[in-house]
């Protein structure tokens, strides 16, 4: 909802299924806000940002899309709230993961199923 009040159209794709990850919540609440600021920085309005959960035996993965501005915040990037991200993904077992094309950026995040 935050990024539809920032004027984003949203596609969640997300199902729950019944497994178990450990999580820390002031974690997850920064790398949230980190990523939702990123999008409002970087990315494209004139496409979805796309949230999408997808699950394996050993991990659920949690994938942020959008597509890159041309014309938004063209300044270099510090890459410390990435950093910051994988930090804390890494405090819990977890992984981030970034893929980014000419116009078009995915963030992975995965925690371990316990």
């Not at 920085?41 to 991990?59: F, G, H, R, W």
């Not at 410390?80 to 992975?108: A, T």
Request: hydrophobic share 40%; net charge positive; charged share 25%.
């Amino acid at each position: 909802m935050f990024l539809e009040s920032q004027g984003f159209d949203t596609e969640c794709r997300i199902e729950w299924e019944p497994v178990k990850i450990a999580v820390s919540i002031d974690y997850i609440i920064r790398i949230v806000n980190n990523i939702s600021s990123n999008i409002i920085k970087y990315a494209d309005l004139s496409k979805p940002v796309i949230i999408e959960m997808k699950y394996s035996k050993n991990q659920v993965e949690i994938w942020f899309m959008n597509g890159i501005s041309p014309s938004r915040n063209n300044g270099e990037s510090t890459k410390m709230g990435i950093q910051n991200i994988k930090s804390m993904m890494d405090k819990m077992g977890g992984i981030c993961e970034v893929i980014k094309h000419d116009s078009s950026y995915v963030m992975k995040i995965k925690f371990p199923v316990k």
